[in-house]
């Protein structure tokens, strides 16, 4: 994406706006529809190089119930900060916005919406269009060095080439750490700590999950759908969700995988655990009886057999390995207490957590600057008057599936639709 660049170094900028991701677009579009004289800030060629990589690359641009307030718990612990900014700017608004930006949309399983081209590129030529419509200034290739403060406001910002950009307000969209080939790199907490703020230990979410056991290599690309997934810790229940898996090298995957991770993230190092249940369609005792009905009706099935008819045949092996039951034992001398092995296994499937991946793998930094520094109202900060925070960069962290570049939207909004000049 190209735009036109004005350069005048005498010139204070009504806006100036550090991080052309989503959250930092929409400040800029927003600030320039306005009338403020916006300069947007962006240390790679191109911007939004991360949305071009979100949803597969198709761009899931919002969830329909994702300003529910029955969903808003999906942003964690700080979730209730996002009320204001929802009701300004929600998910019916993300809808319309682009598609008076040409962008129509469709809604597809779980409430997700993406782009009917199923193209993230033509989000992202709608937000160019959007800037350029509203003339904000687009420097590409830019490092900022430093943020400046004089008393109560911040003065300037300060380039890695020592030039010096002055401005009435200044937005912070660096993002997090997560995907750092986009960029993300997590600059903005370092500006923000060393002004005062309080920064929220960063963490990867949204990322997979390493196991302890080695077995799992026997099982990686393996997908399943519509299990049962509970998270222990010193042996409670945390957390329970069903959804799809797919095992990975050293540990598993998968959507609902990727929306616990950030609930394991919050309790490492305390000892954690994973535990399937691979048949959630059937209580235990009924899968039991089920088991001994067909043990007793089959003199000659031998229970490798058996088992491949109703599971994986790439999980058949891992399972006769953890109960230690011959693969060719004909299930009519299968004993009580095998039949209780095979059970444990079957609702049972225990993996004991070691770790997330890294930012590297991870979609979204959970952490970030304390939402109660930041007004939910405006995004201003509450120890600078002209300072405004958007975006993943805040203690926010949502499921996937849109949730987060809703998030972005509405904070940049809010940030574009606040500032004063």
Not at 38 to 45: C, D, G, I, P, S
Not at 219 to 228: A, K, P, R, W
Not at 257 to 284: A, F, H, K, M, T
């Amino acid at each position: 994406m190209t735009g036109i660049i004005r350069r005048n170094k005498n010139m204070t900028y009504d806006v100036v706006i550090i991080g052309g991701g989503p959250a930092g677009m929409m400040t800029a579009g927003r600030a320039g529809e306005r009338g403020a004289r916006v300069l947007l800030l962006e240390k790679n060629k191109s911007l939004g190089v991360k949305l071009l990589v979100t949803g597969n690359g198709r761009c899931n641009i919002t969830n329909i119930s994702a300003d529910k307030k029955e969903k808003i718990d999906a942003y964690g612990k700080n979730s209730k900060f996002l009320f204001s900014a929802f009701s300004k700017f929600g998910v019916e608004s993300t809808i319309d916005f682009f598609a008076e930006l040409g962008v129509t949309t469709k809604t597809e399983d779980n409430g997700r919406v993406f782009p009917q081209s199923d193209r993230s590129s033509d989000v992202l030529s709608a937000l160019a269009t959007y800037l350029k419509k509203n003339k904000v200034e687009v420097r590409y290739g830019v490092e900022v060095k430093d943020v400046i403060k004089k008393g109560k406001k911040i003065e300037k910002i300060i380039l890695a080439n020592n030039e010096e950009i002055l401005g009435k307000n200044f937005v912070i969209a660096t993002g997090g750490k997560s995907y750092p080939d986009t960029g993300s790199t997590g600059d903005g907490y370092a500006w923000l700590k060393k002004l005062g703020h309080t920064i929220n230990t960063p963490r990867p979410a949204l990322t997979p999950i390493v196991v302890k056991e080695k077995h799992v290599k026997q099982l990686e690309g393996l997908s399943l759908e519509g299990v049962l997934l509970s998270v222990y810790a010193r042996k409670k229940k945390i957390i329970s969700r069903f959804g799809d898996i797919v095992f990975t090298a050293d540990g598993v995957s998968g959507p609902a995988i990727i929306d616990l991770s950030n609930q394991v993230g919050l309790l490492l190092p305390v000892p954690v655990r994973l535990q399937i249940d691979l048949q959630p369609e059937i209580e235990v005792k009924e899968l039991e009886k089920k088991m001994q009905n067909d043990f007793h009706q089959s003199n000659n099935k031998i229970l490798k057999n058996y088992l491949n008819s109703f599971l994986p045949p790439k999980l058949v092996p891992v399972v006769l390995e953890l109960t230690g039951i011959s693969e060719d034992k004909r299930i009519s001398t299968i004993t009580k207490e095998e039949r209780q092995a095979l059970l444990s296994v079957l609702k049972e499937f225990s993996l004991e957590i070691v770790g997330l991946k890294d930012f590297k793998r991870a979609m979204l930094t959970a952490g970030g600057v304390e939402t109660k520094e930041v007004d939910p109202k405006t995004m201003g900060s509450r120890l600078f008057q002209n300072l405004f925070l958007v975006g993943e960069i805040l203690d926010l962290d949502g499921l996937s599936g849109g949730f987060n570049l809703q998030m972005c939207w509405s904070t940049g909004f809010v940030a574009g639709d606040s500032v004063s000049f």
